[in-house]
C-alpha cells in the first residue's frame, strides 16, 4: 500500500526570502506497521515528538518556505544520518561496518529504540530491507527537498538561512535554566553573527538562552549548513513548557507568545543576511 508523502512543503520554491524552515520532529502520522511493532503503548511515543512544533513554525511563517515531516520520529528520525543504524534493532546496521555514533549508543539513532524510562520500543527486530525502505521514502526526499530549497535561496539571494525548528523537555526552573537553546554545532553550520541576533532577540522577548549545550544541532545542521558558500543552519530548541499546556501534550496559554518570539526571530535572520542578499542582485 502506497503511504503519504513523509513531509508537507508551505511556500514556493524557489523561496521568497533567504530563510527556509524546517520541523523535522513535528511529525504525528504513526504507520501501523510501527503500531503493530510496539511493546510499549503508543501514547509513549509522544514524547520522542517535538510536540506541536509544527503549529508554532505554521503560524510564525508568512513568505517563508516551511517543510513540516509528517511521518512520527519513531519511524525515522530525520535528524539523523542514513549511517546512524542501531545494530540492537537493525539487521542491517552491521553491514555499514561503521562505529556507532553515541545518539546511536544511547538508543537514539535513525530509528529510535528507547523513550524515556520505558526502555526498548519494539518487540523485535527490523530487517535491513525495512530500514532501506524508510531511507528510500520518507529520509532522502526530506533532504533532497530541503537541499534543493536552500540552494534556490542561495542562487537567488547569494546567502540562505535555515531554521530548524525543535522544542526541548524543560532543562530546569523556568526562573534559572535556558528555555530557548540556539545550536550552530560550535559555529560549524552558521557565522556567529546569526546565533547572536536570534539570543538577543530572544532577551529582548524575556527568553533565556545557551548557546550550543546541551543541544549543538544534529543531523540537519550538519548535512545542511555550509557558513563558507553562504548557506547558514541554526538549530532553535524551544522549550516546551512555554507553549504547551501544563501536561506538555497540547498548545498552551503560552503558544501565542512563543509565536511571536519564532516570527521575530525569523525577521532577524532574515535581516542579518538582508545586506548580502542585496549584494548579491
Known amino acids: 500500500m502506497t503511504r503519504a508523502p513523509s513531509f508537507d512543503r508551505y511556500g514556493p520554491v524557489p523561496p521568497e526570502t533567504p530563510v527556509v524552515l524546517s520541523a523535522p520532529h513535528g511529525g504525528r502520522d504513526y504507520p501501523a506497521a510501527l503500531i503493530e511493532a510496539l511493546r510499549v503503548p503508543a501514547a509513549a511515543l509522544r514524547a520522542l515528538e517535538d510536540r506541536h512544533v509544527d503549529s508554532l513554525a505554521l503560524q510564525a511563517r508568512r513568505e517563508e518556505t516551511l517543510f513540516v515531516a509528517t511521518r512520527a520520529r519513531a519511524w525515522i528520525d530525520l535528524n539523523r544520518a542514513e549511517h546512524d543504524r542501531d545494530p540492537q534493532i537493525d539487521d542491517g546496521a552491521h553491514l555499514l561496518g561503521r562505529p556507532l555514533s553515541t545518539k546511536v549508543r544511547s538508543g537514539l539513532g535513525l530509528v529510535p529504540r528507547r523513550v524515556g524510562t520505558l526502555g526498548q520500543l519494539w518487540h523485535g527486530r527490523?530487517?535491513?530491507?525495512?530500514?532501506?525502505?524508510?531511507?528510500?521514502?520518507?529520509?532522502?526526499?526530506?533532504?533532497?527537498?530541503l537541499g534543493e530549497a536552500l540552494a534556490?535561496?542561495?542562487?537567488?539571494?547569494?546567502?540562505?538561512?535555515?531554521?530548524?525548528?525543535?522544542?526541548m523537555p524543560p532543562l530546569g526552573a523556568p526562573d534559572s535554566a535556558p528555555r530557548l537553546v540556539v545550536g550552530d554545532r560550535f559555529g560549524r553550520s552558521a557565522a556567529a553573527r546569526f546565533g547572536a541576533r536570534v539570543e538577543a532577540v530572544a532577551r529582548r522577548h524575556g527568553v533565556a538562552t545557551a548557546?550550543?549545550?546541551?543541544?549543538?544541532?544534529?543531523?540537519?545542521?550538519?548535512?545542511?549548513?555550509?557558513?563558507?558558500?553562504?548557506?547558514?543552519?541554526?538549530?532553535?530548541?524551544?522549550?516546551?513548557?512555554?507553549?504547551?499546556?501544563?501536561?506538555?501534550?497540547?498548545?498552551?496559554?503560552?503558544?501565542?507568545?512563543?509565536?511571536?518570539?519564532?516570527r521575530a526571530i525569523i525577521d532577524a535572520a532574515a535581516d542579518e543576511a538582508l545586506p548580502n542578499a542585496l549584494a548579491a542582485e
Open 126 to 145: 527490523f530487517s535491513a530491507d525495512d530500514i532501506a525502505a524508510r531511507i528510500q521514502a520518507d529520509h532522502r526526499p526530506y533532504h533532497l527537498a
Open 152 to 167: 534556490a535561496a542561495r542562487a537567488r539571494f547569494g546567502v540562505a538561512v535555515l531554521l530548524d525548528i525543535h522544542s
Open 211 to 262: 548557546a550550543n549545550a546541551p543541544y549543538a544541532g544534529g543531523h540537519i545542521l550538519e548535512r545542511h549548513g555550509e557558513p563558507r558558500r553562504g548557506v547558514h543552519a541554526l538549530q532553535l530548541e524551544f522549550d516546551r513548557s512555554l507553549y504547551l499546556d501544563s501536561a506538555l501534550d497540547a498548545p498552551g496559554a503560552g503558544e501565542p507568545a512563543i509565536v511571536a518570539l519564532l
